[in-house]
């Protein structure tokens, strides 16, 4: 892991502007520096990975999928959304810099991931068509989440399935599909990581919920659904060419967790 997130941090240090206008260069860092677990671009290179190629070969797509993560949460943060002042500990981007410049830094966010997308050794359109699809799809899950809240509506059951799988799950399966993709992998195993990774992500929100304890549902029910989805990530994983192993250990890790 500690290799994995290592080439990580070098690869947005990278990919970061530096100079002119500073505000931008400034906030841009600051959304992506502020910490996270970097969940999404180790899946990325595991991906490459478990599809039976290198984790070298999924560098850019997993610097991207980081990129456009940091981007929703930037705009998430806004007023207009979640009125979020802290993010991660630290002041969030509109906090700290201002409105304005908050959402232009989710903006260069959002183009930069697909510039940097684009740089895949391989399948590279392809790479970007599932950056593009599921970004959108994040967008969607949002658009439903805040017509609830608005609405002053608890979440149906419906609602909560929508929402969880678009503006969570999605992202976590750009980017397992990314990572098959820049490894060489072929449609059976893209399709097992992505099957993966959906379960994945909705077993990491409902244990997000769990540690929240804002579950749409009871407590056994969430506890359930986290067993449920984790062993669905992890049956997926079956037949895959390369190797599984950090795959497994990620989705075992998150039952249980603590943050």
Not at 78 to 99: I, Q, T, Y
Request: hydrophobic share 50%; aromatic share 6%.
């Amino acid at each position: 892991m500690a290799g994995y997130l290592e080439t990580i941090e070098k690869a947005l240090d990278d990919a970061l502007p530096r100079g002119r206008p500073e505000t931008l260069a400034a906030a841009m860092r600051w959304a992506v520096g502020a910490g996270g677990k970097r969940i999404r671009p180790q899946i990325c290179l595991a991906a490459a990975v478990a599809a039976g190629g290198k984790a070298e070969d999924a560098v850019k797509p997993a610097c991207a999928i980081e990129l456009l993560h940091n981007y929703t949460l930037v705009h998430d943060d806004l007023p207009a959304m979640d009125d979020d002042r802290e993010r991660r500990g630290k002041p969030s981007v509109w906090a700290k810099f201002g409105e304005a410049n908050a959402i232009l830094a989710g903006d260069a966010l959002q183009a930069l991931a697909f510039r940097v997308a684009a740089d895949a050794p391989r399948n590279a359109a392809a790479v970007v068509a599932a950056l593009g699809d599921r970004g959108v799809g994040v967008v969607a899950g949002q658009v439903e989440d805040v017509a609830r809240e608005d609405a002053s509506r608890p979440l149906d059951a419906e609602s909560v399935d929508f929402v969880y799988a678009h503006k969570t799950a999605d992202l976590f399966v750009a980017a397992a599909q990314m990572g098959a993709l820049a490894g060489g992998g072929d449609a059976a195993s893209v399709a097992k990581l992505g099957a993966y990774a959906f379960h994945l992500g909705l077993a990491f929100q409902f244990e997000d919920d769990l540690i929240d304890g804002d579950s749409p549902y009871s407590r056994e029910k969430t506890e359930a659904l986290v067993r449920e989805h984790t062993r669905a990530a992890l049956d997926a994983l079956d037949g895959l060419p390369g190797d599984v192993a950090f795959l497994k250990t990620l989705a075992e890790g998150l039952v249980g967790r603590s943050a």
